[in-house]
C-alpha cells in the first residue's frame, strides 16, 4: 500500500505544479471573493454608528439621544495580535524550510512558534468581542457592530480551523510523519495560513486603523 | 478503521479485478463515472419534480380566478420551481457530464480529487432532500428563488419557509465550490501529453471557464446568505430597514452571483452543441479559437451586468446607462458563438441524428431567447418588460430551449458511451418534435402577456384583462411538453432493456472519449494517449486512411485506481447536519449544529489520513 | 377531391380558434396593455421598444433563415464524401463582430437619452402625488390638496402628475403599464417616476414585485380624468374629513402599520384622528342620514372595530394606517385592491369573510353576520 502511496506522490501534471497545491490556490482565490463581500459589506455599513444606538470602537461621542459612549478599542492589543500574527507567517515559512531540508527539531520549533502565535491572536480576538459586548456592542446593537462582528467573527473562525489543522501537523510532525517528501502536506497549511495573514492585513487598517 | 468490504474493494481495485456492484460500491464510489451516473440520475429526478411543480403552476393559471392551487401553495410551487430547476437540475446534469467525460476528453484516469469528488455528490443530494424536506412541514421556500429582502425578514415571513432556502442554498453552494476546485485543478492538470490547453474539446473549456464562474460568483451568494441567516437567527438589521438596512443592498449581492449564475447554467450547454455539430456535420467547429475566447469574454463581462435585474429599482440614469451598456456588450461574444455555429454547419453533409437535432434546435430557441434579452437591455423599454410575463419567457427560452435543449443533445450523444446502449432513434425523434411544439406553445405566447401587462408571480389572474386565451394555451403548450418527457422515459425504459453491445465511436467523433469502449473501463484508457492536435480521434482516423478498430477490453493489471471511501459521504452528512442544526437551532439550540460539526470533523480527519492510493 | 373539402373542413373546424387566438395577439385585447401607450412618459419607453423589436426582427429572420436554410440544404447521408474542413474565417469573424456591435450602438444612443429623460425630474407645476404601498393595497396622497385616498389613483389629463414613492412594509411595484413603466417601491428611500396622461378613462395597474400571500391581487385603478372632472373631484374630496379632533382614543383600539414607511407614523396624533370615525360621519355631506341601515352601519364601523384600520377621512388622514383609507369607497369600481367589483353583494361578501375571497389578507373575519354586512355596505355606499 505504500508503495503505491508514493508512486501517487509526485505524478506528472500539465503545469507541473502538484494538483494539492493548485487546490489550495484556487481555494484561496474563491475565499478572496468570499472575504470582499464581507469587506465591502462592512465598508457600506461602517458609518451607521453615527445614528446610534449603541458605542462605535474608536472614539468617545455622543448620540443624538444624548448617551455618552467611551471608546472602546484597544489598539495597542490588536496591533500586537496583528503583528504575532504577520510574524507568523515567517514562522511557518521556517517551518517549511526546516521540514524540507529534513530537521524534525526545527520544524517542531518554528511550528510550534507558529501555534502560539494563531493562538495568542484568537485569545486576543475572543477578549477583543467579550470586551465589546460588555461594553455594550453587540452583533444586534446596529449595523456597525453586526458588520464588524460579522467580517471579524468570519475571519477569526478561519484563523481557528488554521490552528486546528497547523496542531494536527505538528502531532503528525512529533511522530516524525513529515519527511522531506511529505512537506508538500505543510506547504498546503501554509498556503493557507499565508492567506489568512493576507486578510488581515486588509482588515486591520480597513477596520481598526481608518477610522 | 475500514470495513472489511471497504478492503476488499480496495483489493480489488489494486488488482484490476472486475468492477465491484451493489449498493455499498456506489455509496463508497470515487470513480467519477459513478459519480457522474449518481449526479445524472439524482438531477433527472428532480427535474422531473420541477416539471411536476411546473404543471401544477400552468393547471393553475389555464382559468383565470382559479382555485386549484391556493395562494400559498402556488407561491410556494413557482419557488421551488425555480430553485429546482436551476439548483437540482441544470447544474447537476451539467456536473454530471463534467463529471463522466471530462476526464475522458482530457485523456485521464479519473479527477484530481476523486474523493472531493464524491463529496461534492453526497452534499448535492442532501441540499436536494433538504429543500425538499421542507414540504413534509408544509413549509416549503415561498418567497421566490431569488429571495428579495425584505419579504424574508423574519417580520413578514415568520415561518421556516425562507430558512429551509437559505439553509439549502448554503449546502449547495458548498457542493459547487467543492466540485469546482476539482475540476478547475483537474483540467488545468490531468491533461494527457500534447493536449494543451487550445487543444482542448469545447466542452471541456467552457466546463473550465464555468468552474472559473462558480468559484468567483458563489462565495458571494455565501456571504449575502449568511447575513440573511444573521438577520433571522440573531436579530441584526443588515436588509432590515426598521434597524438601518437596505433591502437594495441584499439585490445587489444576489445579482453579482444571480447573473454569473445563469452564465454558469448556459455555458456547458454552449460546450455541448460545440462538439455535437461539427461530429454531424463532419466538419471541424467553425472558430474554435473565437470560440474559447467569447467564451471567456462572456464570463469576465457576466460580473458586470448585475444591475440590468435592478432597472426598475431606481438607481439613477449613471448606473442605469453604465449596466445597460455592459448588457449589450454582452450581446456581441454571445452573437459570435451563434455564428460560428452556423459557420460549423454551413458547408457540411449534416447527418440527422437525435443529438443533432436537439443541437440544432437550441440554436433555434437560444437565438429567440438572446433577441429578447436585448431587448430588456434599454431601461425605458426594460421598464414595461421586468417582472412581466415577458421576462419568464425570456429565461425559459434561454434556460430550456438553450440549457435542456443542449443538455438533451449531450444526453443522447453521450448515452451510448455512459450506458453501452443506443437510445432508439424514432423515439429520440418524437421527443424531439413534442418538445419543440410544446416548448414554444408554452413559452412563446408568455412574449405577447408580458408585453400585454401580465406580471409575474401572480397566483391568479382575474377575467377582464384579455389574459384568458393565451394562459389556456400555455397550459395545453406544457402538457405537451411534458408528454414528450414520457417519451423520453419510455426511450430509456424501453432501450435499457436492451443489451449493453454499443460500439465505442457510434457517432464518428472526435474527441477522446469515443477512443475507449462504452461504456469505458474504470481506468478509462488502457494507455494513456498522446495528442497532437485539436479533434485527435479524426486525426488518428485521417492517419489510417478509415476507421479505428473497436478498442478491446483489458485487464487494467498493474493499473492504479483511488481507493473507494465511505468519509465524503460521512463528511456530507456532517455539512447537512451542521444546516439541520441552525434550523432547528430554535428547538435544540447549538446541539444540532455541534452533534453535525462533529460528524463533520470525523468525516474530513479520516479523509485526510486514510490512505488515498 | 376528398382531400381538399377534407382538408377545408379541418380548416373550418380549427378557424374560430385560429380567430381567438390571432385576437389575443392583438395589444387591443388587453386592458393593461403596455403597447398602447397613453403617456409621454409610456411613449419614451416604447419607442425605443419599437425600434430594438424591429431590430430584433430584422436580425430573427436574417439568422433563423440561414439557420433553416443550412439544415435543408447541407443535409447530407452517412456516405457523402467528407465535407470541406473549413476551421475559420478571421474576416468573417470580424465582420460578424463589428456588425451586431454597430446594431447595439444604434440601440444604445435612444437608449441613453431615455434613461435621462426618464430619470428627469418634473416640472414644479406638476401634480404631487404619494404613493405607498401596502401588503397588499396601495395609498395615495395628494400632499398639496391635503387628501388621501386608496387603490383608485384620479389625475388630471394633460398635467404631468410627479409620483414619489415609498412602502410601509416590502417592496412592492407600481406598474400602471398605459401609463408608465414600473418603479419599485422601497421602505427605505424614495422612488419616483412621472407621467402625463394624454386621455380620459379608467385603466388597470397591478404591483409587480413578488411582496407576499396576495401579490396576484394587489392591483391599482387609475382614473385618467379630464381637467374639470378632476376639479370637481378633489374639491368633493377635500369635503371628507373632520377637522383635527381632541379626543384620545382607547389604546387598544388603535392598531399601526410598522416603522420605516416613507411617510413615516405620526402617533398620538393620528391615534386621535382615527378614533373620529363619529365625527367624520357627522361631516360628511352625502350620506343622508335617515337611512338606519346606514345609521347601524356607522355603530358597526366602531363596534366592529373597523376603524382602528380604516379611516374615513380623506383631508388629515392619518399616515401608517393598515387598512385602505375609506372616504371615497362607495364610489370606486374594484374593492381588494382592484380585484372584485364593487357590487353590494360583492362588497357584503368582503365584509363578512375577507378571507375566502382574499387569503391572507390582513382583515380578519370579524364575524359580521349577513343583517349587519348590509348595515355596513349601506354606510360604506354612502361614502362617495
Known amino acids: 500500500m505504500s508503495d503505491h502511496a508514493h508512486a501517487i506522490e509526485h505524478p506528472e501534471t500539465s503545469t507541473g505544479l502538484d494538483s494539492r497545491k493548485l487546490a ?188 | 478503521m475500514a470495513t472489511s468490504a471497504l478492503d476488499q474493494q480496495r483489493a480489488h481495485a489494486a488488482a484490476g479485478h472486475a468492477e465491484p456492484t451493489g449498493l455499498w460500491s456506489w455509496l463508497t464510489t470515487v470513480d467519477h463515472k459513478r459519480i457522474g451516473i449518481l449526479y445524472g440520475s439524482t438531477a433527472f429526478l428532480f427535474f422531473l419534480i420541477g416539471g411536476i411543480e411546473a404543471l401544477l403552476l400552468r393547471i393553475q393559471l389555464g382559468s383565470p380566478n382559479n382555485t386549484f392551487l391556493s395562494p400559498e401553495t402556488y407561491n410556494q410551487l413557482f419557488t421551488m420551481h425555480g430553485t429546482t430547476m436551476i439548483f437540482l437540475a441544470i447544474m447537476p446534469l451539467s456536473a454530471m457530464f463534467f463529471n463522466f467525460m471530462i476526464p475522458l476528453q482530457i485523456g485521464a484516469r479519473d479527477v484530481a480529487f476523486p474523493r472531493l469528488n464524491a463529496f461534492s455528490y453526497w452534499v448535492f443530494l442532501l441540499g436536494g432532500l433538504f429543500l425538499n424536506s421542507s414540504f413534509l412541514f408544509g413549509a416549503a421556500p415561498d418567497q421566490g428563488w431569488y429571495g428579495y429582502a425584505n419579504l424574508t425578514s423574519r417580520q413578514y415571513s415568520p415561518g421556516m419557509n425562507v430558512d429551509f432556502w437559505m439553509l439549502g442554498l448554503q449546502i449547495l453552494g458548498i457542493a459547487s465550490l467543492a466540485a469546482a476546485v476539482n475540476f478547475f485543478v483537474t483540467i488545468l492538470n490531468l491533461r494527457a501529453p500534447g493536449m494543451k490547453l487550445m487543444r482542448m474539446p469545447m466542452f471541456t473549456w467552457m466546463s473550465f471557464i464555468t468552474q472559473v464562474l462558480l468559484l468567483l460568483a458563489f462565495p458571494v451568494i455565501t456571504v449575502a446568505l449568511i447575513l440573511l441567516m444573521f438577520d433571522r437567527f440573531f436579530g441584526t438589521h443588515f436588509f432590515v430597514p426598521a434597524g438601518g438596512g437596505d433591502p437594495l443592498l441584499w439585490q445587489h449581492m444576489f445579482w453579482i452571483f444571480g447573473h454569473p449564475e445563469v452564465y454558469i447554467l448556459v455555458l456547458p450547454g454552449f460546450g455541448i452543441v460545440s462538439e455535437v455539430l461539427p461530429v454531424f456535420s463532419r466538419k471541424p467547429l467553425f472558430g474554435y479559437a473565437a470560440m474559447v475566447f467569447s467564451g471567456a469574454f462572456i464570463a469576465f463581462l457576466g460580473f458586470g451586468v448585475w444591475s440590468h435585474h435592478m432597472f426598475t429599482t431606481g438607481m439613477g440614469p449613471i448606473a442605469d446607462t453604465f449596466f445597460s451598456l455592459t448588457t449589450m456588450l454582452i450581446a456581441v461574444p454571445t452573437g459570435v458563438k451563434i455564428f460560428n455555429w452556423l459557420g460549423t454547419i454551413w458547408g457540411g453533409s449534416i447527418q440527422y441524428r437525435v443529438p443533432m437535432y436537439f443541437a440544432l434546435g437550441f440554436i433555434a430557441m437560444f437565438i429567440i431567447g438572446g433577441l429578447s434579452g436585448v431587448m430588456h437591455s434599454s431601461p425605458p423599454a426594460d421598464l414595461q418588460q421586468n417582472d412581466s410575463y415577458f421576462i419568464v419567457a425570456h429565461f425559459h427560452y434561454v434556460l430550456f430551449g438553450g440549457s435542456i435543449f443542449a443538455l438533451t443533445a449531450g444526453g443522447y450523444y453521450w448515452w451510448p458511451k455512459m450506458f453501452g446502449r443506443m437510445l432508439d432513434e424514432t423515439l429520440g425523434k418524437v421527443h424531439f418534435w413534442l418538445m419543440l411544439i410544446g416548448f414554444n406553445l408554452t413559452f412563446f405566447p408568455m412574449h405577447i402577456l408580458g408585453l400585454n401587462g401580465m406580471p409575474r408571480r401572480v397566483y391568479t389572474y382575474p377575467e377582464g384583462l384579455g389574459f384568458e386565451t393565451l394562459n389556456r394555451l400555455e397550459t395545453v403548450g406544457s402538457l405537451i411538453l411534458a408528454l414528450s418527457f414520457l417519451v423520453f422515459l419510455i426511450n430509456i425504459i424501453k432501450t435499457w432493456r436492451g443489451p449493453r453491445n454499443a460500439p465505442a465511436d457510434p457517432w464518428n467523433g472526435a474527441t477522446l472519449e469515443w477512443s475507449i469502449p462504452s461504456p469505458p473501463q474504470e481506468w478509462n484508457f488502457a494507455e ?50 451542521v444546516m439541520v442544526g441552525v434550523l432547528a437551532e430554535p428547538k435544540v439550540g447549538p446541539w444540532g449544529i455541534m452533534a453535525g460539526g462533529l460528524i463533520l470533523f470525523i468525516g474530513v480527519f479520516n479523509w485526510a489520513f486514510e490512505p488515498a492510493g | 377531391m376528398h382531400l381538399r373539402t377534407d382538408a377545408l373542413r379541418q380548416l373550418r373546424r380549427w378557424l374560430p380558434v385560429l380567430a381567438v387566438l390571432a385576437a389575443a395577439c392583438s395589444p387591443d385585447h388587453y386592458a393593461q396593455t403596455a403597447l398602447r401607450p397613453i403617456s409621454d412618459f409610456a411613449r419614451i419607453g416604447d419607442d425605443i421598444q419599437t425600434q430594438t423589436f424591429y431590430w430584433a426582427l430584422g436580425v430573427f429572420v436574417l439568422v433563423e433563415g440561414a439557420l433553416l436554410y443550412a439544415i435543408f440544404r447541407f443535409r447530407g447521408k452517412p456516405d457523402d464524401p467528407e465535407p470541406q474542413q473549413v476551421h475559420g474565417n478571421t474576416t468573417i469573424e470580424i465582420v460578424w463582430t463589428v456588425i451586431p456591435a454597430l446594431i447595439l450602438a444604434a440601440i444604445a444612443v435612444p437608449t441613453v437619452r431615455g434613461i435621462f429623460a426618464t430619470s428627469a425630474i418634473p416640472a414644479g407645476d406638476a401634480l404631487k402625488v404619494e404613493v405607498v404601498g401596502h401588503q397588499w393595497w396601495w395609498e395615495f396622497r395628494y400632499p398639496d390638496l391635503g387628501i388621501t385616498t386608496a387603490n383608485e389613483i384620479h389625475i388630471p389629463v394633460g398635467q404631468t402628475v410627479s409620483l414619489r414613492m415609498g412602502t410601509a412594509d416590502v417592496v412592492h411595484s407600481f406598474w400602471p403599464p398605459r401609463f408608465a413603466g414600473k418603479r419599485d417601491v422601497f421602505p427605505n428611500r424614495e422612488t419616483r417616476v412621472w407621467f402625463k396622461a394624454e386621455q380620459a378613462g379608467e385603466y388597470p395597474g397591478q404591483c409587480a414585485e413578488f411582496c407576499g400571500i396576495q401579490h396576484g391581487r394587489m392591483a391599482f385603478r387609475v382614473r385618467a380624468q379630464t381637467a374639470d372632472e378632476f376639479q370637481t373631484w378633489v374639491a368633493h374630496m377635500q369635503t371628507l374629513g373632520a377637522r383635527p379632533a381632541a379626543a384620545a382614543p382607547p389604546a387598544d383600539s388603535v392598531r399601526t402599520a410598522t416603522a420605516g414607511a416613507v411617510v413615516p407614523a405620526q402617533g398620538k396624533q393620528d391615534a386621535a384622528q382615527r378614533a373620529t370615525g363619529k365625527d367624520s360621519s357627522a361631516t360628511t355631506p352625502a350620506a343622508p342620514p335617515v337611512d338606519p341601515a346606514y345609521a347601524a352601519g356607522e355603530k358597526l364601523f366602531q363596534a366592529k372595530g373597523c376603524v382602528g384600520c380604516h379611516s374615513l377621512n380623506a383631508v388629515n388622514a392619518p399616515k401608517g394606517m393598515i387598512g385602505p383609507n375609506l372616504a371615497n369607497v362607495g364610489a370606486r369600481s374594484y374593492i381588494g385592491a382592484g380585484s372584485f367589483k364593487n357590487t353590494d353583494e360583492t362588497l357584503a361578501r368582503w365584509i363578512q369573510n375577507p378571507q375566502a375571497m382574499k387569503k391572507g389578507v390582513l382583515m380578519p373575519n370579524l364575524g359580521v353576520t349577513p343583517e349587519e354586512a348590509r348595515s355596513l355596505v349601506a354606510f360604506l355606499r354612502a361614502h362617495q
Open chain 2, 528 to 577: 494513456v494517449p498522446v495528442v497532437h492536435g485539436r479533434d485527435p480521434l479524426w486525426e488518428a482516423k485521417r492517419e489510417r486512411g478509415g476507421p479505428v478498430p473497436e478498442p478491446p477490453r483489458v485487464s487494467g493489471q498493474g493499473i492504479h485506481l483511488p481507493n473507494p471511501s465511505y468519509w465524503p459521504l460521512v463528511a456530507a452528512l456532517g455539512v447537512a447536519g
Open chain 1, 24 to 211: 489550495i490556490w484556487t481555494f484561496i482565490g474563491s475565499e478572496c471573493l468570499f472575504f470582499a463581500t464581507l469587506i465591502s459589506n462592512y465598508l457600506v455599513h461602517k458609518e451607521t454608528w453615527l445614528s446610534g444606538p449603541g458605542p462605535f470602537p474608536h472614539q468617545e461621542w455622543v448620540s443624538p439621544a444624548g448617551q455618552h459612549f467611551e471608546p472602546i478599542i484597544e489598539i495597542p492589543l490588536v496591533t500586537l495580535g496583528t503583528a504575532l500574527l504577520l510574524f507568523s507567517s515567517l514562522f511557518v515559512v521556517l517551518a517549511l524550510a526546516n521540514a524540507q531540508r529534513g530537521n524534525r527539531k526545527g520544524l517542531l520549533l518554528w511550528l510550534g512558534m507558529t501555534i502560539m502565535c494563531g493562538l495568542f491572536f484568537v485569545g486576543m480576538q475572543v477578549y477583543e468581542f467579550t470586551h465589546f459586548v460588555h461594553k455594550g456592542l453587540t452583533l444586534k446593537t446596529n449595523l456597525y457592530g453586526a458588520s464588524f462582528f460579522t467580517l471579524t467573527g468570519f475571519h477569526g473562525t478561519h484563523v481557528t480551523l488554521g490552528v486546528i489543522w497547523l496542531i494536527t501537523l505538528w502531532i503528525e510532525a512529533f511522530r516524525g510523519r513529515i519527511p522531506p517528501a511529505k512537506s508538500l502536506n505543510l506547504e498546503i497549511a501554509a498556503l493557507y495560513w499565508h492567506f489568512v495573514d493576507v486578510v488581515w492585513i486588509v482588515i486591520f487598517p480597513v477596520v481598526y486603523l481608518i477610522t
